[in-house]
């Protein structure tokens, strides 16, 4: 089944609020990874987060990894039209890429 | 530098025909994955591979088969397709431990 859970779902939001999804591995991972993708595209890389407890920024978007590697957060500040798109984690336990569901991000201008 | 290349990006089958998806990538990496993506399903592992000559099971391998005799391409074979093999389907690769590149993927529709 799958191994990592991602909340929510979906998220509707009107322009210049904030955002937060969560992902949630019932394993250890030695990193996860955080992508993007556009409607009809496919995933892009955003980043990758190897350290318990580490925490990374891009412009408006914080990246957390939990201190137990079994959890992470992505949160935007100030979100823009421009956000829209799937944010998917991806967690490496082993070999394999384990993707959560992904949330769906729509933004209200 | 191409990145990851699939082809082909539409097919339609009907239900018992066989066919492959191809995959390449001319980054020289070493693993390679196939990702089936279905509404609220997010990206679901079928097959990968960490080299040449190595491939294993993800989480949904039944019906499809892959090889990967070369570092370069990694083909998905489906067997005798069905249609709850409608999907969008994603090749990626990466070096060991680093981010994952992706095809544009193929869309495909088993009738």
């Known amino acids: 089944g799958q191994q990592v859970m991602q909340i929510p779902q979906y998220q509707h939001v009107q322009e210049g609020e904030d955002f937060t999804t969560y992902c949630n591995s019932s394993?250890?991972?030695?990193?996860i990874q955080w992508y993007k993708q556009r409607p009809g595209g496919h995933p892009v890389f955003l980043i990758q987060?190897?350290?318990?407890?580490e925490v990374k920024k891009q412009k408006r978007l914080t990246f957390q990894f939990g201190e137990a590697k079994k959890n992470s957060s992505l949160h935007i500040t100030a979100t823009q039209t421009t956000d829209v798109g799937t944010y998917f984690c991806?967690?490496?336990?082993?070999?394999?890429?384990?993707f959560g569901t992904g949330t769906s991000l729509t933004v209200i201008p | 530098n191409a990145g990851v290349t699939q082809t082909p990006k539409f097919q339609v089958l009907k239900t018992g025909q066989s066919m492959t998806l191809q995959c390449a990538q001319d980054m020289n990496h070493e693993y390679m994955s196939w990702y089936r993506q279905d509404p609220g399903m997010g990206l679901r592992l079928i097959h990968y591979?960490?080299?040449?000559?190595?491939?294993d099971q993800g989480e949904v391998p039944n019906g499809y088969n892959v090889s990967r005799s070369t570092t370069e391409d990694f083909p998905l074979r489906l067997l005798s397709a069905a249609p709850s093999q409608t999907s969008v389907y994603f090749c990626?690769?990466?070096?060991?431990?680093?981010?994952?590149?992706f095809g544009n993927g193929t869309r495909l529709t088993v009738t």
């Open positions: 394993t250890t991972l030695s990193n």
């Open positions: 987060l190897v350290k318990s407890g």
């Open positions: 991806a967690g490496r336990p082993g070999n394999q890429f384990y």
């Open positions: 591979s960490v080299g040449a000559g190595i491939t």
């Open positions: 990626a690769s990466s070096l060991l431990d680093s981010p994952l590149h």
